[in-house]
């Protein structure tokens, strides 16, 4: 993480309500991938930290026992409790607004500790000695993220490609050139490197699972407007009083770039990389 930049907590605040909308989903074998193997067996506990939505945690969460989200963002964790009752797991999950820096904050240990696209918001150090102690005997570590080696062209789907480049641009124009995070920005962006993190705090590793996705997806106008909202660099709060005005921007940019005002995106595979407690010839 660039030295400069301090964590505060308007780092996601408003992007909760565009988040499910707007973040393409993890791979449909994420769930079945992690639960072979693991050797998930529906018992033990799991503890998802930097959690948002719960969207990992819920898609895992007939796989354990028990299964706690933490996450600093009030926003987010409602709309886990919500979609947690709305899938029927509302009885094994638990929602916990800490930041991951202050854990263990009395949550026990636990069978398998989940980073989804999270562990750069943090003092990864720290977070990764912390939850390494958490971990029973046997336990795994698992940090989740895109796969960023595919070719997710959209040539030969039926509408054209989301235009990135210029959402940026207009993005740009907003809040300025530097990368906007919470109150600070972030001029070289988020760290990178787990691999070397996580073998400094004596995690075994790393098995890597690539979840194979690439299915067509159709995105609408307000997909796409969700999107860019659910981002920590255009968050809605960041644009202050021209909010709307961006917002107006960025539909007329979508709709001229797609008559229809549907888009063409590809489901990207996902990414698991597997740390382990103890060496590989343990079993969980």
Do not use: N
Request: glycine share 10%.
């Amino acid at each position: 993480m660039d030295t400069d930049w301090e964590w505060d907590e308007s780092l996601f605040s408003g992007a909760a309500a565009h988040y499910r909308r707007g973040r393409l989903p993890y791979a449909p074998g994420l769930a079945d991938a992690l639960t072979e193997a693991l050797a998930l067996d529906g018992r033990g506990r799991l503890l998802d930290v930097g959690c948002g939505p719960g969207t990992v945690a819920l898609t895992l969460a007939h796989s354990f026992g028990e299964v706690v989200g933490v996450d600093p963002d009030s926003g987010m964790l409602t709309e886990a409790a919500r979609d947690a009752a709305a899938a029927g797991v509302a009885d094994r999950t638990r929602w916990v607004r800490i930041r991951a820096e202050e854990l263990p904050a009395g949550l026990g240990t636990f069978t398998v500790v989940t980073f989804a696209q999270s562990f750069h918001w943090m003092d990864r150090d720290l977070v990764a000695a912390t939850v390494r102690d958490m971990l029973r005997p046997g336990g795994a570590l698992v940090h989740i993220s895109d796969l960023k080696t595919e070719d997710l062209s959209v040539v030969g789907l039926p509408h054209p490609a989301v235009p990135q480049e210029a959402i940026g641009e207009l993005v740009r124009r907003y809040l300025g050139p530097v990368r906007r995070a919470g109150r600070g920005v972030l001029p070289h962006g988020t760290p990178g490197g787990e691999a070397a993190v996580f073998a400094r705090a004596g995690l075994h590793g790393p098995r890597r699972l690539a979840v194979p996705a690439g299915q067509a997806l159709e995105r609408t106008v307000d997909d796409v407007v969700a999107a860019v909202f659910s981002l920590s660099s255009s968050t809605p709060h960041l644009f202050g009083a021209h909010r709307d005005a961006f917002e107006a921007d960025l539909r007329r940019l979508l709709k001229a770039a797609s008559l229809s005002g549907r888009f063409s995106e590809r489901r990207p595979s996902t990414e698991a990389v597997v740390w382990r407690k103890d060496p590989p010839e343990s079993t969980l």
